[in-house]
């Protein structure tokens, strides 16, 4: 069976990118660390690294175990950090992967009741622009949880925290703001995140179109097909804000041509508000008194935020996740007031 140090020394092989230099890192000698490697291959198998003159290479049954095998390294740092814990030897830390637009609008209240309630435990993030980078990052043991929308085949626990709607923006003057130029103020329901629409479409990072879905806000709406001659603000490649923006203006026939593209997701209705083109960003990333016009895209945007672990949560990450389910901001009050 593979040890624990074998494993870590596969995993600085491949960092390291050198026996060498692995070998320096680990304070190891070189012919020891080549018996080691050895020794799991047979365990293994397989070759699990080919020797190159100059460097090493996964095959592909190294490709295979290099995940797990950070995983395991990972999970065995934190019992090890648990145990001391439980000794009274060092506060917690608690590791939280999560996406570049969920910490910016979603995380900060939970955070903030978080740290009223464990003032002794440290929170680190971990930030991603795909919600795949994020499923990736936590299949190699990463963070503790993840926050984020549901990952695609994942076997371990997901908590649904929530719908997330999006939003387009514009500058306040923009025409398409006012009654008359593809606007609406439909009157109805009383949702307060869509969570009674009908869902439809799966969007990327998790986001959907929502079609055939009764308009709810009392604020007004636009509907897309107005805004396709418009250039657009627009997210960088790689940022899954980008595709969602993406699907919904192919969900309403038209490719939006990019103005400008941001990697930060806070700038985007910044620009939108300054005239660059319209955006479509998560309702809670809009400040409070933002001076850009907002409005409800037709049809609907909308992603369910969830909390997500490789296995059962530990006592930390438990409570962690009940805090987000009481705290976390996923429709602010000054957005829903729009409602």
């Known amino acids: 069976m593979a040890s624990l140090r074998q494993l870590e020394y596969l995993v600085t092989i491949v960092d390291e990118g050198s026996f060498t230099r692995a070998a320096e890192l680990l304070h190891v000698s070189q012919p020891a660390l080549s018996h080691q490697v050895r020794a799991l291959e047979r365990d293994i198998g397989g070759p699990l690294l080919e020797r190159l003159p100059r460097a090493v290479r996964l095959t592909a049954m190294g490709r295979a175990m290099l995940p797990h095998a950070r995983a395991a390294l990972a999970d065995a740092e934190r019992a090890r950090c648990a145990a001391r814990q439980a000794g009274g030897l060092e506060t917690g830390e608690l590791q939280v992967a999560t996406l570049y637009s969920v910490s910016l609008g979603v995380l900060p209240p939970a955070l903030r009741a978080w740290r009223r309630s464990h003032p ?25 949880l993840a926050i984020g929308p549901a990952p695609r085949d994942w076997d371990g626990p997901v908590t649904p925290l929530g719908t997330e709607p999006f939003l387009v923006v514009l500058p306040a003057d923009d025409p398409a703001g006012r009654p008359g130029h593809g606007t609406d103020g439909v009157q109805g329901g009383d949702g307060t995140d869509g969570t009674d629409s009908a869902h439809a479409a799966d969007g990327a990072d ?128 000054h957005v829903r007031a729009l409602r």
Do not use: K, S
């Open 120 to 144: 002794g435990v440290r929170v680190r993030l971990f930030e991603h622009p795909h919600a795949e980078q994020l499923r990736e990052a936590m299949l190699a043991g990463q963070a503790d």
């Open 206 to 333: 998790g986001a959907e179109v929502v079609h055939g879905a009764e308009v709810v806000h009392g604020a007004d709406t636009v509907d897309l097909t107005a805004l396709a001659d418009r250039d657009w603000v627009h997210f960088a490649p790689g940022n899954g804000l980008g595709e969602i923006l993406d699907q919904a203006c192919a969900a309403a026939g038209f490719q939006p041509r990019a103005a400008v593209r941001t990697e930060q997701t806070a700038a985007a209705p910044v620009l939108a508000a300054a005239g660059l083109g319209p955006t479509l960003v998560p309702a809670n990333v809009i400040p409070p008194h933002f001076d850009g016009r907002v409005l409800w895209p037709r049809p609907p945007v909308e992603r369910v935020m969830t909390a997500y672990t490789r296995g059962r949560p530990d006592p930390l990450a438990a409570a962690f996740i009940a805090t987000l389910g009481r705290a976390a901001c996923l429709v602010p009050t």
